[in-house]
DNA sequence: CGTAGTATTGACTATCTTCAATGCCAGTGG
DNA sequence: CCACTGGCATTGAAGATAGTCAATACTACG
């Protein structure tokens, strides 16, 4: 994996800034000046079931979701493994990393998804423009904490399951607008495992859901209702 | 509550810098060097109850909770009011608030609890050494995220009782030893709300806990055995 | 067409919540 | 000093919810 400058896929495994990039508005919400001191490495997509990184290995890198799902799994004292969350279009992947010296769950990708490794500042000459890196590292983390709040722990499973799907669909769509379909990439068991929650109930729930016309949903597709347009102002 | 300097109790209402302080080590865990970089400003003490930010108001400042215990309060959407968390010693409040632009949660003091309110990076002229600011606002962050990641969900009561009492005394004792006693500063409701678990639930896990040995708790006072000590060494 | 993974449904059981009553303890006022 | 009060902790009993086990559909894919 050398670092030279291929003519084909410019943007491969080289450092560029994100300014330079066309999917930057995916990734960093505001626009970025140039210049913007932040660069990071287009990796190879992730083929559903790839993984990214592995509980208990030393820190490399923080990653950025570009398009796509991982679902963070982390194994437990016991031996029991749970999903501990799921990182989509914008979020970061690894930071917590960072901060412990090394990876404390297994990042896998749900479905095909495209990945960025961000340069970490310090590292090399490009420190210079860290600040603002930083300043957004710490904005990203700080809303995927306050989102961390789990809103249902103690709800009823119906309402940690709708919970969950309004506020997956709100991350994962593109655009804010309503009538769009968005696609749950992940099973009826592991949602259940992230929700702390049997497959059945899960399925239960849904059926519900579907049932008292809150959750427009069939199979792994949710479509997007005014409802769900309306809260998903409130976010960031 | 004017800025200038007083003769006595020189630390209060006025910016400091963290490396002058004698506690910066409860804080910031690995030393300061002179000139940190990192500016705060003691704020009065808390009485048990006092509210330290309020749900909606908008982003004043982050806070760092140098001695006590604050619970972090959300209302709903229907309505209904649940603790989202509990913040202790080193533990940041109101980073979300930052990144959103108004606090997402009420915070109180569950105990007498002592803060310091951050100087903000490019607020005034001391913007200087932000980057270490920073850097250590992220990994705080990182770290909360990490710890948020409810190792409960989906577990018997009786183990999420456990597992947040371990959590919560290795988190706020003082030193690493064992034998010591840690005081669990929250009523039995407000511990079942963080943990989704009726009040009645808590108790009884809790006499079940201590029945099986698990846990050497009377009343509020819990005593630190071998086990927690060793499963605190993993902790950063 | 067969297989594997996933989704769904039903029946039974374990667990947790709810409701209700009681005990404990500190603070308050007569 | 003592009764009274309010907040918190504890216990029991009954009912609701979710988990488990088992069987059956659905779907993609070779």
Redesign the pocket.
């Known amino acids: 994996m050398q670092k030279g400058k291929t003519s084909r896929g410019a943007r491969r495994h080289v450092d560029f800034d994100c300014a330079d990039c066309l999917a930057a508005r995916r990734c960093w919400d505001a626009p970025l000046e140039e210049c913007s001191g932040i660069y990071a490495r287009r990796e190879d997509l992730l083929p559903k079931g790839a993984v990214l990184l592995r509980q208990g290995e030393p820190f490399g890198a923080v990653h950025i979701v570009v398009r796509g799902c991982l679902c963070l799994r982390e194994t437990m004292l016991d031996g029991a493994e749970r999903i501990v969350g799921y990182r989509v279009r914008g979020e970061l992947v690894g930071i917590e990393g960072w901060a412990r010296g090394h990876c404390t769950y297994t990042a896998e990708a749900v479905e095909t998804t495209m990945t960025c490794r961000l340069s970490w500042p310090g590292a090399s000459g490009k420190a210079a423009g860290s600040n603002a890196l930083l300043q957004r590292l710490l904005a990203k983390t700080a809303i995927q904490l306050d989102r961390s709040t789990t809103p249902w722990s103690?709800?009823?499973?119906?309402?940690?399951v709708a919970a969950f799907v309004e506020d997956f669909v709100r991350r994962s769509r593109a655009d804010h607008a309503t009538g769009e379909q968005v696609t749950?990439p992940?099973?009826?068991?592991?949602?259940?495992s992230y929700l702390?929650?049997?497959?059945?109930?899960?399925?239960?729930?849904?059926?519900q859901l579907r049932l008292r016309k809150r959750l427009d949903i069939?199979?792994?597709c949710v479509s997007v209702t005014a409802r769900q347009a309306a809260h998903g102002q409130s976010d960031g």
Chains 1, 2 share one sequence.
């Open positions: 103690g709800l009823p499973a119906i309402e940690r749950l992940m099973t009826r068991a592991q949602l259940g702390g929650l049997a497959e059945e109930t899960v399925v239960r729930a849904l059926a069939q199979g792994r």
